[in-house]
């Protein structure tokens, strides 16, 4: 379960693409241990939160805390350096590599091997390889696709791509996931499968940090939620809280029903 210790801290973060303000003055803190969701209509400004949070976009004001270091302006080797990943929300696997060698990229971030030393295949690195194939291995095996291990990525079913990302994802060895949309796609089955894998790795000691449009597993897995509109932050609470915002039902619900919102 949640601890109270902060792991994540989101303070006024703002991105302005010319003239259009995608994130303006969002804060928020993440607990250790926590699954915390972002939810939010299409546009809101989730994924680009996540891109600054990653270090892939500048922010144009506010800073990203992590364990209490600034990881405000680092680049994104460093921030996941610093134990924070992440999946996108296109599946972003390398589609010509084995399932292996896909989670095996995910460990050379953070390895002191990188891709050009291992090239050159001296003794000492072959041992290292060895290890983060050990590493790789054992990720596929936390989300239950260890048998794949040499199928080309590309021939895996939607669902088991997903579940690759996370392995690829936890082959860095972060303390925090930042998931985007990771049921998209996903048939009521492999999504089933996917929250199994979530709990689990939290169970284990992770930290997760989603965005999803499906509310039935951000109410039923979620310890927190954040609701963004417009890029702005407009509500935040556990699961029941948000459920009875009269903010976040106005911003989703138009003129339909509260139940449909959060069916
Ligand atoms: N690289 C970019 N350049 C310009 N505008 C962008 C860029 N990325 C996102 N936006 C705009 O920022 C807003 C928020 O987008 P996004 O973060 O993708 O929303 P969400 O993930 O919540 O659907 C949208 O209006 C989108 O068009
Ligand atoms: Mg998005």
């Given at each position: 379960m949640s601890g109270e210790k902060v792991i994540l801290k989101v303070e006024n973060l703002t991105k302005k693409f010319g003239g259009v303000?995608?994130?303006?003055q969002v804060s928020f803190d993440v607990k250790e241990g926590e699954i915390f969701a972002v939810i939010g209509p299409n546009g809101a400004g989730k994924t680009t939160l996540f891109n600054m949070i990653t270090g892939v976009l500048p922010v144009s004001a506010g800073e990203v805390f992590f364990e209490n270091k600034k990881l405000t302006r680092k680049k994104p080797y460093q921030i996941a350096k610093a134990g924070i990943t992440r999946t996108f929300q296109n599946l972003e696997v390398f589609?010509?590599?084995s399932v292996i060698e896909n989670v095996m990229t995910g460990a050379h971030?953070?390895?002191?091997?990188?891709l050009l030393t291992a090239g050159l295949r001296l003794p000492s690195v072959t041992k290292e390889e060895l290890k983060i194939m050990e590493l790789a291995m054992e990720c596929l095996d936390r989300v239950g696709i260890?048998?794949?291990?040499?199928?080309?990525?590309?021939?895996?079913?939607y669902g088991n791509q997903r579940l690759l990302e996370i392995a690829r994802a936890a082959a860095s060895n972060p303390k925090l996931i930042l998931l985007d949309?990771?049921?998209?796609?996903?048939?009521p089955e492999e999504s089933r499968k996917l929250v199994d894998v979530i709990l689990k790795m939290r169970a284990d000691g992770m930290t997760f940090v989603f965005v999803e449009h499906d509310m039935e597993t951000v109410m039923s897995i979620s310890d927190r939620i954040v609701v963004v509109d417009n890029g702005v932050k407009i509500g935040e609470g556990t699961p029941d809280e948000i459920y009875q915002n009269p903010k976040v039902v106005a911003a989703y619900l138009g003129d339909e029903e509260e139940e449909e919102v959060f069916a």
């Open positions: 303000t995608a994130v303006n589609s010509n590599m971030l953070t390895m002191k091997t990188n260890s048998h794949l291990a040499h199928e080309l990525s590309i021939t895996l079913p949309e990771p049921m998209a796609g996903l048939n």
